[in-house]
């Protein structure tokens, strides 16, 4: 699996409006509905399942990222992630207490929960490298994200 098999990227955010976790939440998921990822009229049910989720414990797992996500969900359709960057950075009570500038965001249908592991297990290989991190802070177009995630999938070949 490649990250270009499931990324959106006319969902991809390269600056957020959102100055808040919930707002982030929610200006990614209207992103990716825009797309067809959810039903438009699905998009608060997903994003009260996705703080819900937050609230049991915060997807933030520090170096200035977070990977909030939907999985399991019925109003998700198909398989999509999206990126949101932050220059101010967001409070996503991270693990590490810093703030998040990229935020991961991902949907999953309920009927494959393999694919979901192992996008998220892609997802997070990459984002524990300092390069593609650094890079993405500095993404500030969706063809820059664009152009990360394919050399993303060339790097993870060699």
Known sequence: MKLNDFFEIDACIPELQATDRNGVIRELIEALSKVGAIDPDDTEAAAKACIARENNGS?????GVAVPHVSKNQVVKRMAAAIGRSTAGVDFAALDRAPVYIVVMVLSPPDD??????????????LQRDNFRRF?????????????????DEYQEE
Do not use: C, N, Y
């Open 59 to 63: 997807t933030g797992f520090g170096k």
């Open 113 to 126: 929960p393999d694919m979901h592991l192992a996008a998220m297990e892609r997802i997070f290989r990459h």
């Open 136 to 152: 993405l802070r500095q993404a500030d177009s969706k063809d820059a994200i664009r152009d990360l995630i394919v050399e993303a």
